[in-house]
T-cell receptor
Framework: KAGVTQTPRYLIKTRGQQVTLSCSPI?????VSWYQQTPGQGLQFLFE???????NKGNFPGRFSGRQFSNSRSEMNVSTLELGDSALYLC???????????FGSGTQLSVL | QKEVEQNSGPLSVPEGAIASLNCTYS??????FFWYRQYSGKSPELIMS????GDKEDGRFTAQLNKASQYVSLLIRDSQPSDSATYLC??????????????FGKGTLLTVNP
């Protein structure tokens, strides 16, 4: 069974640009969560989607948004990039909201 | 703000020893507890889950949960150099409401010395 797939693996952007990250969950998993990981703050929750609905959102500004498609694939968008947005963005899927999370390899975003 | 606290380490143990990793959490209503292992440059990998008070064993790993003390731990027996990684404790609130997010501690760096 294929794992969680995230693309792209690496991204380099400049301040003010926007970026879209993609996540394909494990087959049969309907919940997709996004996390930001930085050395100083650790793993911080961004949002969770289940059946195309955002169920919960973390404490991030509105520049961070996401969506989920009918096939459970999810995208995350960050607009007007700031230097502080440089981080590893991790997507995780689970069968349902309260099930175990399985992480993808992440997208390493560098904002210059 | 629901918190999950871990000693950042590094925790250094000799090969073959028992490594003990600890985690405390602030939300008394938490119901699900997980330990993830993260190698440098890699994504977190689930190694243990525990939902009830007591011990749960899986191979060389034992998770221990004490809800009254709001404490969860991970023991690694016969530690191997390949166990060297950051161990993340994660806690999920109880059911009800809309707070489904899994909250992570910042992790404990474990180094197993040959």
């Amino acid at each position: 069974k294929a794992g969680v797939t995230q693309t792209p693996r690496y991204l380099i952007k400049t301040r003010g640009q926007q970026v879209t990250l993609s996540c394909s969950p494990i087959s049969g998993h309907r919940s997709v969560s996004w996390y930001q990981q930085t050395p100083g703050q650790g793993l911080q929750f961004l949002f969770e989607y289940f059946s195309e609905t955002q169920r919960n959102k973390g404490n991030f500004p509105g520049r961070f948004s996401g969506r989920q498609f009918s096939n459970s694939r999810s995208e995350m968008n960050v607009s007007t990039l700031e230097l502080g947005d440089s981080a590893l963005y991790l997507c995780a899927s689970s069968r349902d909201t309260n099930e175990k999370l399985f992480f993808g390899s992440g997208t390493q975003l560098s904002v210059l | 703000q629901k918190e999950v606290e871990q000693n950042s380490g590094p925790l250094s143990v000799p090969e073959g020893a028992i490594a003990s990793l600890n985690c405390t959490y602030s939300d008394r209503g938490s119901q699900s507890f997980f330990w993830y292992r993260q190698y440098s440059g890699k994504s977190p990998e689930l190694i243990m889950s525990i939902y009830s008070n007591g011990d749960k064993e899986d191979g060389r790993f034992t998770a221990q949960l004490n809800k009254a003390s709001q404490y969860v731990s991970l023991l690694i027996r016969d530690s191997q150099p390949s166990d060297s990684a950051t161990y993340l404790c994660a806690v999920r609130p109880g059911s009800g409401g809309s707070n489904y997010k899994l909250t992570f501690g910042k992790g404990t760096l474990l180094t197993v010395n040959p």
